[in-house]
Nanobody, 121 residues
């Protein structure tokens, strides 16, 4: 069993900052990519940022220069530092990780439960 537990969402004013965290636990052998997706009402889920264990990162154009993804591999935790937040960043943010467990022979995707981020004055 693998769990991804997110924290750090909430209500923030435009221009403010938030930091999301996502910790993986369970029968984990290895973690490949960890990242964040978001889904706004009426829209499809989209990639926000992702990072590999070796340090490579990828960002959506809409968040480049404002959001930073980082990982603590020892803690199996990924973070998303969000700055200069805009109302259009409002969404449910989901953690995603590609994980190899003791009971599988390949990496598979796991998702967190989601955390709400609301940017509003």
């Amino acid at each position: 069993q693998v769990q991804l537990v997110e924290s750090g969402g909430g209500l923030v004013q435009p221009g403010g900052s938030l930091r999301l965290s996502c910790a993986a636990s369970g029968s984990i052998v290895s973690i490949n990519t960890m990242g964040w997706y978001r889904q706004a009402p009426g829209k499809e889920r989209e990639l926000v940022a992702a990072g590999t264990g070796s340090g490579s990162t990828n960002y959506a154009d809409s968040v480049k220069g404002r959001f930073t993804i980082s990982r603590d591999n020892a803690k199996r935790t990924v973070y998303l530092q969000m700055t200069t937040l805009k109302p259009e960043d409002t969404a449910v943010y989901y953690c995603n990780a590609q994980i190899l467990t003791t009971s599988t022979l390949r990496f598979r995707d796991y998702w967190g439960q989601g955390t709400q981020v609301t940017v509003s004055s």
